[in-house]
C-alpha cells in the first residue's frame, strides 16, 4: 500500500511539471540561399508561455550577412559585429508572437555561412537560455561560384574586370564600380521615390540632404547612402529615424515610419584629408509594401572637393549680397538674411542673456530636447527672429564640430515629441526640428534612451 500510494505521489508531480513547466521555443524562417548584395525578411516565433519581464533574443551572424529591425513587438534593436539583438524590458503578453529582421547579404559574401541564436529570460528570478536550431545560408550567384575553367579577359573591358584582374577582393571591385558608375533615380513600388541635394560648406565639407517622397506608407524604413572612400558622414537631422555611419555606409532607420507624406534627412559628409577632386555619392531607400521588401533608388549625386567646391559656394553668396564683392566679403559684410556678429556685435551680446547658452544645473539622468537647428558659428536671438519669427527660448551645445540649438529639457519623450510638433504647426521653418536625448547630460540616441528610461516611443 506504501509502495502504491509513493507511486501515485510520483505520477502526480509528473502530471504537475507537466502541465506547469514553461514551454519556451524559438524558431525563425531565414533562407536556405541568397545572393551576394540582396536582402530577405526573416520571422523569428517566440513561444514564451507565461514567462515574462525581461529578454534578449541574440542572432548571431557570420561575416558577410548583416541585420537592421523590422518589427520588434516593443524591443530595442541593434546590430553590432555580427550580433543582432532584441531587448525587451517587459516581454508582449500574448504567449506566442512574431519579430522580423531584413537579413542582407553583402557584395562580398561568398560559401555557406552559418546563423546561430538564443532567447534569455528571466523565469523563478534564474535566467535561462533557449537556444535557436541552427540553419545555414548558402551564396549562390557569387563570385567564388564561377567556373574556375573561366579564363581571365586579358584586357578588361570595365572598372569591375580591371580590379578583379588587378587581384582585388569582390568588395574592392564593388567599391570601384560605385565610385564611378553613375546610376539613375528609380521609383519604388507604390510611387515612393526620393532625392538628394549636395551642398559645399567648406573645401572638405558638404551638406547631404535627402527627401523621401513616400505617401501614406507606414512602417519599416531604411536610407543606405554609400559613401566615397575615405568620407566620413555625421548626422545633422534624422527624422526620427536611427542613424548609423560604418564601413562607408550612412544608414538612417526607422522602425515605424512617422505620418507625413515626405521625410528629409540630412548629414554633413566630411573629406577626412582625400586630395580634392569629383567623388559620387549614391544610395536608395528600402521599405515594405503588403510584406514585401521594396526599394526606390535615390541614383547617384557627384560633388567636388577643394577649389571647385569653393567656387560652388561663390554663386551663392553673390546671390544673397546686396552689389558685387569678392568671395572674401562675406567675412565683413554680413547678408541682411544671415546673422551678422561682426558688425553687431552689441546687439548679438545683449540678446544672448535672453537665450540659456549654457545649462544652468547639471543634468542628471535621462533627459528629452529638441534640436531647431545647427551651424558653425554663433546665433544670437535676433536671428532666429528675423530668419523664423521664433522668439523663444534655446540653449547652445558644441557636438561633433557643429554649433546645435536646442530647446527645453524633458524627462518624458512624448514631451518633447509633442513640442516637436508644435513647432511644425507653427511653420518656423527650421531645419529640423527633431528629438534629442541626454544621459547625465551626455548626448545619446533615442533608442537609447527610451530603453534606459523604460518608456514607449510615441508617434
Not at 534569455?120 to 545560408?137: F, G, H, Q, W
Amino acid at each position: 500500500m506504501i509502495k502504491l500510494f509513493s507511486l501515485l505521489n510520483l505520477a502526480g508531480l509528473f502530471l504537475f511539471d507537466l502541465f506547469f513547466l514553461s514551454d519556451i521555443s524559438i524558431t525563425q524562417d531565414a533562407p536556405a540561399t541568397m545572393a551576394p548584395n540582396s536582402e530577405v525578411k526573416v520571422t523569428v516565433t517566440i513561444n514564451k508561455d507565461q514567462v515574462s519581464g525581461f529578454a534578449k533574443l541574440q542572432i548571431d551572424l557570420p561575416e558577410g550577412l548583416s541585420a537592421s529591425a523590422i518589427e520588434t513587438k516593443g524591443a530595442s534593436f541593434t546590430f553590432a559585429e555580427g550580433k543582432a539583438k532584441f531587448i525587451w524590458m517587459a516581454l508582449p503578453s500574448q504567449p506566442q508572437f512574431k519579430v522580423s529582421y531584413t537579413l542582407s547579404a553583402s557584395a562580398a559574401a561568398t560559401g555557406s555561412l552559418p546563423i546561430t541564436g538564443k532567447f534569455s529570460y528571466i523565469e523563478d528570478n534564474e535566467r535561462k537560455t533557449k537556444d535557436l536550431a541552427p540553419s545555414t545560408v548558402t551564396i549562390t550567384g557569387g563570385a567564388m561560384a564561377q567556373d574556375a575553367s573561366t579564363p581571365t579577359p586579358t584586357e578588361p573591358a570595365n572598372a569591375n574586370d580591371l580590379a578583379t584582374a588587378a587581384g582585388a577582393a569582390p568588395a574592392a571591385a564593388l567599391d570601384v564600380a560605385l565610385s564611378t558608375a553613375a546610376i539613375a533615380p528609380m521609383q519604388g513600388a507604390g510611387g515612393v521615390s526620393a532625392k538628394r541635394t549636395i551642398t559645399p560648406l567648406s573645401a572638405t565639407e558638404m551638406l547631404v540632404e535627402v527627401t523621401v517622397s513616400k505617401g501614406a506608407l507606414r512602417g519599416f524604413g531604411k536610407l543606405q547612402e554609400t559613401l566615397p572612400a575615405g568620407f566620413s558622414a555625421v548626422e545633422k537631422s534624422s527624422s526620427e529615424a536611427i542613424f548609423t555611419a560604418q564601413d562607408r555606409i550612412a544608414k538612417f532607420v526607422w522602425l515605424n515610419l512617422p505620418a507625413q507624406n515626405e521625410l528629409k534627412v540630412s548629414y554633413e559628409l566630411r573629406a577626412n584629408g582625400q586630395p580634392e577632386g569629383e567623388y559620387t555619392v549614391n544610395g536608395e531607400f528600402g521599405y515594405l509594401l503588403n510584406d514585401e521588401t521594396q526599394k526606390a533608388v535615390v541614383g547617384s549625386t557627384t560633388f567636388f572637393t577643394g577649389a571647385r567646391a569653393l567656387q560652388a559656394l561663390q554663386p551663392q553668396v553673390a546671390a544673397v549680397t546686396p552689389t558685387p564683392a569678392p568671395v572674401s566679403a562675406p567675412k565683413t559684410e554680413q547678408p541682411k538674411a544671415e546673422p551678422k556678429p561682426a558688425t553687431e556685435p552689441v546687439t548679438a551680446q545683449a540678446q544672448r542673456p535672453k537665450t540659456t547658452t549654457r545649462i544652468p544645473t547639471p543634468e542628471t539622468g535621462v533627459t528629452y530636447k529638441v534640436q531647431i537647428s545647427a551651424a558653425h558659428r554663433e546665433v544670437g536671438s535676433p536671428y532666429f527672429v528675423e530668419r523664423h519669427h521664433y522668439s523663444g527660448d534655446f540653449s547652445i551645445e558644441r557636438h561633433e564640430g557643429w554649433i546645435k540649438y536646442v530647446t527645453g529639457r524633458f524627462t518624458e519623450y512624448r514631451a518633447a515629441r509633442d513640442t516637436r510638433q508644435s513647432y511644425i504647426a507653427a511653420n518656423y521653418n527650421f531645419p529640423g526640428p527633431f528629438v534629442t536625448a541626454y544621459n547625465n547630460g551626455e548626448r545619446i540616441t533615442v533608442q537609447e534612451a527610451l530603453m534606459i528610461s523604460n518608456q514607449k516611443w510615441a508617434q
